[in-house]
Structure formats: structure tokens, C-alpha cells
């Protein structure tokens, strides 16, 4: 059985920094591209950032290009996001998802188990 634990939401103010981190468990880890999205009230689920098996290749949305950064630590079975400059447009919950396969995608179809998600209030 495969879970993802999602931590590390919070309140923050606009142009603070946070860090999500979700643990991993029932799958190899090291064989897993992992991805974070997110979903705001009364919008659809979006992609936010997806990180290859090795951690080499990275890819965000361009929403948050510069401001986060995805990365994972493959002895800790943990992928982390990191949150800069944090906008109010930035308020969801945080979800991780991962999936088999040798590239990182950007559709949330393409994922097969999904944490329960975080959530990220960002204060103006």
C-alpha cells in the first residue's frame, strides 16, 4: 500500500518562505517520479512542480518559476517543496503524488496515489 503524508503547511505572510515536505512509503522510492500540485477553492487542481526518479530534472509551472523549488532526498523517502516570495495566489491545498515511469508529468491523471494534501494560507 502506498502512502504519502504531506507536512508543513501553514499560515504565512505575502513574500515569506515555507517548506512542504511528504514522506513516502509502499513503493520504492528511488523508482518514483514525484510531483506536487495544487488546488485553491473553487478552481481545479493544478500542476505545480515534478522532480525525475534521480532528482537530476526538475520542472515547474510557470506560476512559480523562480519562487519554488521542488527536490527530494531518495534516503529519506521524501520529496520536499520549498515556497519563496509566497503570493496570495499561492493559498491551496498542497497535494503529492507519484507515479511509475522514467519522466516527471505535468497532468494529474498521469499520477496513480495522492497524499491527503496541505494547506498554504498566505496573508496579504
Known amino acids: 500500500q502506498v502512502q504519502l503524508v504531506e507536512s508543513g503547511g501553514g499560515l504565512v505572510q505575502a513574500g515569506g518562505s515555507l517548506r512542504l515536505s511528504c514522506a513516502a512509503s509502499?513503493?520504492?522510492?528511488?523508482?518514483?517520479?514525484m510531483g506536487w500540485f495544487r488546488q485553491a477553492p473553487g478552481k481545479e487542481r493544478e500542476f505545480v512542480a515534478a522532480?525525475?526518479?534521480?532528482?537530476?530534472?526538475?520542472y515547474n509551472a510557470d506560476s512559480v518559476k523562480g519562487r519554488f523549488t521542488i527536490s527530494r532526498d531518495n534516503a529519506k523517502n521524501t520529496v520536499y517543496l520549498q515556497l519563496t516570495s509566497v503570493k496570495p495566489e499561492d493559498t491551496a491545498v498542497y497535494y503529492c503524488?507519484?507515479?511509475?515511469?522514467?519522466?516527471?508529468?505535468?497532468?494529474?491523471?498521469?499520477?496513480?496515489?495522492w497524499g491527503q494534501g496541505t494547506q498554504v494560507t498566505v496573508s496579504s
Open positions: 503524488a507519484t507515479r511509475i515511469g522514467t519522466s516527471p508529468r505535468t497532468r494529474s491523471d498521469d499520477y496513480d496515489y
Open positions: 509502499g513503493r520504492t522510492f528511488s523508482s518514483s517520479v
Open positions: 522532480i525525475s526518479r534521480s532528482g537530476v530534472s526538475t
